[in-house]
């Protein structure tokens, strides 16, 4: 047997690489399969959640009704506590709070890097592979893992179902590919899609280009997190709005929030389940950041919050 | 202890009481440590005749058991036995206690059992201790778990879903955290399945 020298060795090298990446396309497409059957069918189950000692069981549905989406979730213990989003927007019932409304933004899905025109941004800060096969609420499941690259974002393990591509189960995992974050369907009712399409937001054939509001600059963001929405919304101060940022790498995304006038927050780092947020005065202001990724990242993410004016006088 | 209680005590040992006669004897014996004494006599003397074997082991063993239970009801012991009651109480659907509407009944059925198989020592009217079974009569007191480690059994107790932050301070961040869902989730991929941390989170 004639011996593999370097150029047999650098061509099977490519081929397993061809290989990863045939694989990786055909995962990222059963993802891309899965969004869209979150949106057009319609189902009911039961979830169950699972963060640490944490555990509560859901009733979750998706109805569409004249081509409308609403989707609604139900805690099945401990107090009530509950989400239902329409058209409207969402509004949450959680426990010793106020009920949460929260308009549904006007964004299309254009204004973010899906998975359509960013295989190639995505494959930047994640690796996205086949996992195998799992039985998850009685149903046989593809198993698709994104494994980040970096320690700045979670990982994800999605159990696909084989027949819909609808998910029945959804791990968040840390840099130790250890699940943070669990959430898994014990019993699903698929109902079918419904006979009007469903709306996904408003058309836009323009992309839009993003910047901060005046006054503010985003410097050294986590690689790969960039602006990709702006808007506005109420704040404590009734007088000015609070300026809401969101950041994303085409699946993790960060929101900072910025107040205006002597608005009480956050000063420091807080955690809920895989959530971390960190908050801190910047030039006289109240600045916020959330989102579903290492404490590290939102850390980082505040850091490079600056203030125009603050930074023009140095 | 006269001689008509040996004679029915005889005849509960044999087998030959009337109906409710043996239910009255043994109320009389656990009164009684005469009527106790006898009660193993008769018992020893049976065994004797049938040719079976005696275990020393198993003399006075009520009394022994009496005692332990009352050595046993250290002042946690009987906070924990306060606590169920309680908890027996508050799950009969009164008010403070949210239940959906399809698992009252089942937490009323759950709370029978407990009751029916619960034994939990009661102080009756002599002073001596009697093991019976528990009873919920009486509206739940004022909550007042401190020191017992079973906070958290409680539902609904105020508690910051947010870690290291204030409760006032915890609200605003579900807002932020809300609106933060609201605005990635027009991404698409993961649609509305991550609010179940929203809604799942603050509970044990």
């Given at each position: 047997?004639?011996?593999?020298?370097?150029?047999?060795?650098?061509?099977?090298?490519?081929?397993?690489?061809?290989?990863?990446?045939?694989?990786?396309?055909?995962?990222?497409?059963?993802?891309?399969?899965?969004?869209?059957?979150?949106?057009?069918?319609?189902?009911?189950?039961?979830?169950?959640?699972?963060?640490?000692?944490?555990?509560?069981?859901?009733?979750?549905?998706?109805?569409?009704?004249?081509?409308?989406?609403?989707?609604?979730?139900?805690?099945?213990?401990?107090?009530?506590?509950?989400?239902?989003?329409?058209?409207?927007?969402?509004t949450c019932v959680l426990p010793d709070a106020h009920p949460i409304m929260v308009e549904r933004k006007g964004v299309t899905r254009k204004l973010f890097r899906n998975f359509d025109g960013a295989l190639d941004h995505l494959d930047e800060h994640y690796l996205v592979h086949p996992l195998g096969s799992s039985r998850v609420a009685g149903r046989d499941s593809s198993v698709i893992g994104i494994i980040p690259r970096d320690r700045l974002r979670y990982g994800y393990r999605f159990y696909l179902d084989q027949a819909t591509s609808l998910p029945l189960k959804i791990d968040l995992m840390d840099g130790e590919a250890q699940p943070i974050e669990q959430v898994m369907f014990t019993d699903i009712t698929v109902l079918g899609e419904s006979s009007a399409p469903v709306a996904v937001g408003p058309d836009s054939e323009e992309v839009v280009p993003v910047t901060p509001p005046a006054g503010w600059l985003l410097r050294q963001m986590p690689a790969g997190f960039d602006l990709v929405m702006y808007d506005q919304e109420a704040g404590s101060d009734p007088v000015s709005p609070m300026h809401h940022l969101l950041l994303s790498d085409g699946l993790a995304s960060v929101s900072i929030y910025i107040e205006d006038g002597e608005a009480s927050g956050l000063d420091g780092p807080a955690r809920m389940g895989a959530?971390?947020?960190?908050?801190?005065?910047?030039?006289?202001?109240?600045?916020?950041?959330?989102?579903?990724?290492?404490?590290?990242?939102?850390?980082?993410?505040?850091?490079?919050?600056?203030?125009a004016t603050s930074t023009a006088q140095h | 202890m006269t001689h008509e209680q040996r004679q029915r005590l005889s005849a509960v040992a044999d087998d030959a009481a009337g109906p409710g006669q043996a239910h009255t004897m043994l109320a009389e014996v656990e009164q009684s440590p005469a009527l106790r004494g006898c009660w193993e006599r008769y018992h020893l003397i049976g065994n004797v005749l049938r040719g079976e074997p005696i275990n020393?082991?198993?003399?006075?063993?009520?009394?022994?058991?009496?005692?332990?239970?009352?050595?046993?009801?250290?002042?946690?012991?009987?906070?924990?036995?306060?606590?169920?009651?309680?908890?027996?109480?508050?799950?009969?659907?009164?008010?403070?206690?949210?239940?959906?509407?399809?698992?009252?009944?089942?937490?009323?059925?759950?709370?029978?059992?407990?009751?029916?198989?619960?034994?939990?020592?009661q102080t009756d009217r002599g002073?001596?201790?009697?093991?019976?079974?528990?009873?919920?009569?009486?509206p739940a007191p004022a909550d007042d778990l401190s020191g017992l480690g079973?906070?958290?059994?409680?539902?609904?107790?105020?508690?910051?879903?947010?870690?290291?932050?204030?409760?006032?301070?915890?609200?605003?961040?579900?807002?932020?955290?809300?609106g933060h869902r609201e605005s990635a989730s027009a991404s698409g991929i993961k649609g509305f399945i991550p609010y179940a941390a929203v809604v799942g989170n603050g509970v044990r």
């Open positions: 047997m004639a011996a593999v020298g370097s150029s047999g060795a650098a061509e099977a090298s490519d081929d397993t690489a061809t290989a990863a990446a045939a694989s990786g396309a055909g995962a990222v497409e059963r993802l891309q399969q899965m969004s869209d059957a979150l949106n057009r069918l319609q189902y009911e189950g039961t979830l169950v959640y699972l963060h640490g000692d944490q555990l509560a069981a859901l009733r979750i549905a998706h109805h569409v009704d004249n081509g409308v989406s609403q989707e609604s979730l139900l805690a099945l213990n401990g107090p009530i506590r509950a989400v239902a989003r329409t058209e409207r927007g969402v959530a971390n947020a960190v908050g801190a005065r910047v030039d006289g202001h109240q600045v916020t950041v959330v989102g579903e990724v290492p404490a590290a990242t939102v850390e980082a993410v505040l850091h490079g919050v600056h203030s | 020393g082991e198993y003399r006075a063993i009520a009394d022994r058991v009496r005692m332990v239970i009352e050595h046993e009801r250290r002042p946690e012991v009987q906070g924990f036995v306060d606590h169920v009651r309680r908890w027996l109480a508050r799950m009969d659907g009164r008010p403070g206690l949210l239940l959906p509407a399809y698992g009252g009944a089942a937490a009323a059925a759950l709370a029978l059992g407990i009751v029916s198989f619960g034994l939990i020592p002073g001596s201790t009697t093991v019976g079974l528990a009873s919920v009569d009486e079973l906070a958290s059994l409680t539902d609904g107790a105020p508690r910051s879903r947010w870690q290291a932050t204030s409760p006032a301070l915890s609200s605003k961040l579900d807002r932020m955290l809300v």
